[in-house]
Structure formats: structure tokens, C-alpha cells
């Protein structure tokens, strides 16, 4: 794998993790609301879920690639239609309504629930695997090694790279209020969202096997 692709790979993914969207935002509620041992052990549940996406992206994806050029072609075409769509829903979207309550915090948390409940929260998600198979062909080196190796390469360091961005947001709860209730961060974080969506659409349309 070129270093070049990883490293794209690497700054494409701290970008989107960065993007207010539903999973950095639950985290956020959580660890101001309810501690900040909450939000961590959600994070971990949502990148565990990220895993088994990863996982089931990587084997398919990789067969198709390897056996078939045309349906290959079909699937990236498709992915790059969704990730218009995507950025057309981010263009779409209003900003949300947050209710901070910090009494509802609990100094008894028990782990496993609250891991539980971030991996469902993201295995049932369809949109996080459609979102993968749009994602993850972009950055395969046509000369690289295996291509299932290379995604679950990829997915290793979306997951580290999520761990530590929501780890952060975790750490930084108390502080991001101000600017997470900003109308000018919403629309800064929208627009960015819009282009980097629109950027990386029109990347995968023209990429080649």
C-alpha cells in the first residue's frame, strides 16, 4: 500500500469523524449529561461496531473486485452516487436541537450496557455499510497485496483514528457546548461536510480497478 493512499485515507477519515453527525453528537450529550466514563464506553461500542462493517465491506468487496470488472464498476458508480446523496442530505440539514441537562448525570456506570448499546447503535445502521463500500475502494492500491488485507488495514486505522477523535470530544464535552450551540458552526461544519462528501463522490466516479 502506497503511503500517499494511507495517509489520504487517514486525513479523509479524521475529517468525517470530526463532522457533527448522530454518533459524535450522541457521545457529546452523553458525557456532558451523564459523565464522561459514558461517553467513552459508548465510543468504544460505536468503533467495535464500525469493526464487523468493516469486516463484512472488506470480504465482499474483495471478491467482487478481484472476479469482476463490470460489476466492480457497477458498485463504485453506485457508491459515488450515495455519497452525493449523503452530501445532498448534509446540504439538507438543519441544525438540531440539543438539550444539555446535566442532572440526569449517574455516578454508578455499568460498562457493558452502555458498550451494548453503541454497537447496536451502529451495527443496525445500513447506512454505515453502504457507507463503507462507498469508502474504503477509493484508497485499494491496484498494486498493492491482498485487497481484503488492505481494507481491513484501512478499517484498523478508521477505528484508531475514531477512538481518538471521540476520546477527545469525550475529554472536551464541557468545552464544545458553546460551539456545538453556535448557528455559525453548524453552518461551517455543514458546508465542509457537503464538500468533502461531494470530493471524495467524484473521486471514487473516476478512480480506476
Same mark, same amino acid.
Given at each position: 500500500m502506497e503511503l500517499e493512499l494511507l495517509l489520504s485515507f487517514l %486525513?479523509?477519515? +479524521?475529517?468525517?469523524?470530526?463532522?457533527?453527525g448522530p454518533d459524535n453528537i450522541f457521545?457529546?450529550?452523553e458525557s456532558i449529561t451523564k459523565g464522561k466514563s459514558n461517553g467513552f464506553a459508548i465510543s468504544l461500542g460505536l468503533m467495535l461496531g464500525v469493526m464487523i462493517h468493516t469486516l463484512a465491506a472488506a470480504t465482499g468487496l474483495s471478491i467482487i473486485i478481484?472476479?469482476?470488472?463490470?460489476?466492480f464498476s457497477v458498485i463504485k458508480y453506485l457508491g459515488a452516487a450515495y455519497l452525493?446523496?449523503?452530501?445532498? +442530505?448534509?446540504? /439538507?440539514? *438543519?441544525?438540531?436541537?440539543?438539550?444539555f441537562n446535566t442532572d440526569e448525570r449517574d455516578?454508578? +456506570?455499568k460498562i457493558f450496557p452502555l458498550l451494548q448499546k453503541g454497537f447496536l447503535m451502529n451495527i443496525l445502521n445500513p447506512k454505515v455499510s453502504l457507507f463503507f463500500i462507498?469508502?474504503?475502494?477509493?484508497?485499494?492500491? /491496484?498494486? %498493492?497485496?491482498?485487497?481484503?488485507?488492505?481494507?481491513?488495514?484501512?478499517?484498523?486505522i478508521f477505528i484508531?483514528? %475514531?477512538?481518538?477523535?471521540? %476520546?477527545? +470530544?469525550?475529554?472536551?464535552?464541557?468545552?464544545?457546548?458553546?460551539?456545538v450551540n453556535n448557528p455559525k458552526f453548524w453552518k461551517t461544519t455543514k458546508w465542509s *461536510?457537503?464538500?468533502?462528501?461531494?470530493?471524495?463522490?467524484i473521486t471514487l466516479a473516476f478512480s480506476s480497478k
Open positions: %486525513g479523509a477519515s +479524521v475529517l468525517l469523524s470530526l463532522m457533527p457521545v457529546l450529550t478481484q472476479q469482476s470488472e463490470v460489476i452525493l446523496y449523503l452530501a445532498f +442530505v448534509s446540504f /439538507k440539514e *438543519k441544525e438540531p436541537i440539543l438539550n455516578k454508578t +456506570v462507498a469508502f474504503l475502494p477509493q484508497f485499494i492500491s /491496484k498494486n %498493492g497485496f491482498n485487497i481484503t488485507l488492505q481494507m481491513i488495514i484501512l478499517g484498523i484508531a483514528q %475514531g477512538i481518538i477523535v471521540f %476520546g477527545l +470530544v469525550v475529554v472536551l464535552s464541557s468545552k464544545l457546548t458553546k460551539y *461536510k457537503v464538500i468533502i462528501l461531494s470530493v471524495l463522490a
